[in-house]
């Protein structure tokens, strides 16, 4: 049982995968045509058939027809035999009579085997138009089932061509949609946006390192303030932003200056 069960799955999983492959290679197109090429043959196969038979018919209504007019012929022909029988009868010449009579017999029997061959024939004759007309009335019913086969190979083409025409277009849509995280146009940007952040912080290095630059030039302009202030007040002389309080200044000093001198006179 249970090699079995593994030989039915296997064989069930070998169609899967065959069925699978023949779904993947099979093309609408080419099968609808290999389809409309198949039935186009059968119906020459069918119309071939149509023929012969119609031949078959044509054969025995001309055989039909003739068997008629044999029987026509004959009746005429012991028509004939027998008037002239009657006139030799009618002379006395009762050996010619019997002669044209044996003819007008012969002529009978010869007009009654036509005609039983003609009514023999009938039936047939009968039955094969009526197959006939049947075979004709399925025949034309092919033709508008191909005919149909053909318009919908037609319009199943031109879908499957409108499907596949809307999936390159969805497609071609999609490649540049740039609301797609996935799309060409968002890493583009994305590698852009990074160029652009690389650029600012460059950017901002440079800033930074002008600004200590300046921070620097500053300190140093207001070290060399310093010692110029330091050399003026050495010389004796304000600095121009010290103008306004250099009288006080002045006194300050001198008054201290004075009061040094004094203090010095008294310790003497």
């Excluded at 946006?193 to 002008?210: D, N």
Aim: proline share 1%; hydrophobic share 35%; no cysteine.
């Amino acid at each position: 049982m249970v090699k079995q069960s593994i030989l039915g799955r296997i064989t069930t999983l070998a169609k899967a995968n065959i069925n699978a492959m023949l779904d993947k290679a099979e093309d609408p197109q080419k099968m609808l045509d290999q389809m409309v090429r198949d039935y186009t043959n059968n119906i020459a196969e069918a119309e071939a058939a149509v023929a012969q038979t119609i031949g078959n018919l044509r054969m025995m209504e001309d055989d039909y027809r003739e068997d008629q007019e044999a029987a026509r012929s004959w009746g005429q022909k012991a028509l004939a035999a027998s008037q002239k029988a009657d006139e030799f009868r009618t002379k006395g010449e009762a050996a010619n009579a019997d002669k044209f009579d044996n003819l007008a017999k012969v002529a009978i029997e010869r007009q009654m085997d036509a005609e039983r061959q003609a009514k023999t024939a009938e039936p047939t004759i009968t039955s094969q138009r009526e197959i006939v007309d049947r075979l004709k009335t399925g025949l034309d019913q092919m033709k508008v089932k191909r005919q149909q086969l053909v318009s919908k190979r037609d319009e199943l083409t031109a879908r499957s061509r409108t499907a596949e025409a809307q999936t390159k277009v969805n497609e071609a849509v999609k490649s540049i949609d740039i609301m797609d995280p996935t799309s060409e146009i968002s890493r583009y940007e994305e590698k852009v946006r990074r160029e652009e952040a690389r650029v600012r912080g460059q950017q901002e290095l440079a800033a930074s390192s002008l600004d200590a630059q300046f921070e620097s030039l500053e300190d140093l302009g207001e070290q060399t303030e310093v010692e110029a202030r330091l050399a003026a007040l050495k010389s004796g002389s304000a600095p121009s932003a010290l103008t306004a309080g250099s009288e006080e200044l002045t006194l300050d000093y001198s008054g201290a200056e004075t009061g040094t001198q004094t203090g010095t006179a008294e310790r003497a």
